[in-house]
């Protein structure tokens, strides 16, 4: 099956500026292809995964990904998908964060392989060297205002207001394709179905000014943005974004994230995510449909998202923490299990080397008081690392520590406290 008709059989084509002349390109030659990131945070999170991946479907058959971080655009604001400005941040924030995603996409892309290794580049290198009338006459000439304003980026934004910072942005994203065109040969840019008019922007710009005018080579393709068949955003959990640095987002988290994937969700996500085979997904889906008890689809989009970004390690960790908690074998993790699996419940830090179980529930507000502490563990409520403990006069020492560091105490089904030994 060739590239083309892959992407579309996994519905990851939304639209595509000239279909027969692309896939005559891409079947024809080697492709430099580009994406942006614009970096507005330090970390990439579960949002710009598609197309990275996208980037690295390209890559594996045969072509050049370019992974364009937005050091210069970063500082404007995609007006792209919002309702409002975005908050500017000033120049060491940006340059922060964009050396921070740099090395994020180098973990994701093949950038060693010598024929078809991606190419990193930052747009500042040539949008700070650029002065006001240069932009101007050079790109913003080529531009009408009244072509701008039926962009969808621009023509959504006109009754809450945009900026002309934002207004301009399409121009700096435009010279992006036209620079990387002319410089690394790149004739072909993918984003989310939301990026269109950027794109065609860009391709439009890059005719009106090169020598082969409408003959020159240069295709657009955009892929869809994920919905989630509850109607909520997909990336966003109770807690925020998942992101892609484990510092944020830990691996046990995030494969918890996909774990929790809606059985009319799963098959969409396989196909969008991973690199199975869709004979592999076909079972998968039969599978959700015969057995969607077993989550069998779920485990495997986690495992492979999981391995992906973290790693064959910090996948075995998750795996093994999700066990651990699903069979209240909480004695079988290590210290490093227990800070990733635990690190958002509540917790409290123990002084002393023991205490009484009652003394314990109430300082660290586990329970209400010592009359409910003691109905808490006559009842079977409370659990010390996974068993249960009903005896009132329990007292906790060394050997309820996890690798001398940590007890993590349940009440009732789902209910977890940390308790960190000093």
Not at 8 to 14: E, I, M, Q, S, Y
């Amino acid at each position: 099956m060739k590239l083309l008709e892959e992407l579309k059989a996994r519905g990851l084509v939304n639209q595509i500026t000239d279909e027969e002349g692309l896939e005559k390109h891409l079947n024809e030659q080697r492709v430099s292809l580009y994406c942006g990131f614009d970096p507005t945070a330090d970390s990439l999170h579960i949002g710009h995964l598609l197309p990275v991946i996208m980037l690295k479907r390209f890559q594996k058959a045969g072509h050049q990904p370019i992974a364009l971080v937005g050091g210069g655009t970063g500082m404007i604001g995609d007006p792209s998908g919002r309702n409002e400005e975005r908050q500017l941040n000033d120049s060491e924030v940006v340059r922060h964060y964009s050396n921070r995603i740099k090395e994020q996409l180098a973990k994701l892309l093949d950038f060693e392989d010598q024929e078809k290794g991606a190419v990193a580049v930052n747009n500042l290198d040539w949008l700070s060297e650029m002065s006001v009338i240069e932009l101007l006459r050079d790109v913003g000439k080529h531009f009408s205002v009244n072509y701008m304003l039926a962009k969808d980026s621009v023509e959504s934004r006109i009754e809450n207001g945009i900026s002309f910072t934002e207004f301009s942005y399409m121009l700096l994203q435009s010279l992006d394709f036209k620079k990387l065109n002319e410089e690394q040969n790149c004739t072909l840019q993918i984003g989310g179905s939301d990026q269109w008019g950027n794109i065609t922007a860009g391709l439009e710009f890059i005719r009106r000014t090169s020598e082969e005018g409408e003959e020159a080579k240069a295709f657009g393709l955009t892929f869809p943005l994920i919905t989630k068949a509850d109607g909520s955003k997909f990336g966003k959990t109770a807690g925020g974004a998942v992101w892609l640095d484990p510092e944020k987002t830990s691996p046990y988290e995030f494969y918890q994230f996909w774990v929790n994937a809606d059985d009319r969700d799963v098959i969409k996500l396989l196909k969008y995510f991973t690199f199975l085979t869709l004979d592999e997904i076909d079972k998968l889906e039969k599978e959700v449909q015969e057995r969607p008890e077993e989550r069998a689809a779920q485990r495997r989009l986690a495992e492979e998202m999981t391995k992906l970004v973290h790693g064959e390690e910090a996948l075995n960790q998750a795996i093994r923490i999700s066990n651990a908690l699903f069979k209240g074998d909480i004695k079988s993790l290590n210290k490093s299990d227990v800070e990733s699996g635990f690190k958002d419940v509540p917790s409290y830090e123990l002084e002393s080397s023991e205490i009484g179980l009652i003394d314990l529930l109430v300082a660290a507000n586990i329970s209400s008081s010592k009359r409910q502490a003691r109905e808490d563990i006559g009842n079977g409520a409370i659990y010390i690392n996974g068993d249960r403990q009903q005896d009132l006069k329990y007292v906790l020492d060394d050997q309820d520590k996890i690798d001398g560091a940590f007890t993590v105490i349940r009440r009732g089904k789902k209910k977890y406290f940390l308790i960190r030994h000093q």
